[in-house]
């Protein structure tokens, strides 16, 4: 069956509706029920609870804190690289960004300027620079770090479809992380600006982030923006950012003037294909520009 055909029915089915449901579900405190709804998913995605601060199944009173564990400390250690992988997860793409349009899969690419909501000036600024898209799967650690220290400047939330952001989705469905519900963050660095994107999907009930709290809900069905100019976000490398209630992908842009080399181990026969898992802390870029200073 192709790609196309696979992700038909998600065109049809009350995306919103099932989102909400299960919402509901993973926010309940229902004692043994939630306790045994979690051990069926920890068997069933092979979930890795040693690494987990909190190891004790029936210690998590709703699923979403289950879902959203901390690690133990020191279970991902920081690699020594201009930019660190930020998530646990799976390769979708990364690379160059051609003009303004990012490489999806086969057959579909899409804009800066869509994915970031329509603001073409801020998308201008990674005009030929780079990219790269991360996959969280059921089975992974769903809290997001900084990939290099930042200053926020903004944050924008961005309504759209909630399709699967799996790779047969990626694969079938046109402009796929920009068609979905989004969250773009966008921060200063030590060589300008970059953007971290949550991108939202189907039953990923919200999006949170450690500056803001829960993000959505509401969804008022139109963009809203915060700005920080007069507030003082910084987070270091390897600081949590936010956290996926239920799993996605995150998409991040960097600028041309960053000049960066991706992890060779990331683009090897190996792991440089769609699909090829990633941890946290690993070596993710280095920039050849702060090389050459």
């Not at 600024?125 to 990939?147: E, T, V």
Request: charged residues 15%.
């Amino acid at each position: 069956m192709s790609d196309r055909l696979a992700v038909l029915p998600q065109y049809l089915l009350p995306k919103q509706a099932l989102t909400w449901i299960a919402k509901q579900i993973a926010s309940a405190r229902m004692g043994s029920l939630t306790t045994s709804l979690i051990r069926w998913f920890v068997g069933r995605y092979q979930v890795n609870m040693a690494e987990a601060a909190e190891p004790d199944i029936a210690a998590y009173p709703t699923f979403n804190e289950f879902f959203t564990r901390a690690l133990k400390p020191g279970a991902r250690p920081l690699a020594n690289a201009t930019l660190i992988c930020p998530v646990d997860g799976a390769i979708s793409q990364f690379g160059r960004i051609q003009g303004e349009q990012i490489y999806q899969a086969k057959g579909h690419q899409f804009s800066t300027t869509a994915l970031v909501g329509g603001d073409a000036q801020l998308a201008a600024q990674f005009r030929d620079g780079s990219f790269a898209n991360i996959y969280l799967s059921p089975k992974d650690y769903h809290r997001i770090h900084m990939p290099c220290a930042g200053r926020l400047t903004r944050m924008i939330h961005v309504p759209g479809e909630l399709f699967s952001v799996n790779p047969t989705t990626a694969r079938g469905v046109p402009g796929l992380f920009a068609r979905n519900e989004r969250v773009v963050c966008v921060f200063e660095g030590e060589q300008g600006p970059w953007v971290m994107v949550l991108v939202g999907a189907t039953i990923v009930g919200s999006m949170a982030t450690v500056w803001h709290g829960v993000v959505n809900p509401p969804r008022p069905g139109h963009v809203r923006e915060w700005t920080y100019a007069d507030k003082e976000v910084n987070l270091a490398k390897g600081d949590e950012l936010g956290r996926f209630l239920l799993g996605s992908t995150v998409v991040m842009l960097f600028p041309a003037a960053q000049a960066l080399s991706f992890n060779p181990a990331w683009c090897g026969e190996e792991r440089g294909q769609a699909g090829s898992s990633v941890r946290l802390g690993e070596a993710m870029a280095n920039s050849t520009a702060l090389s050459a200073r």
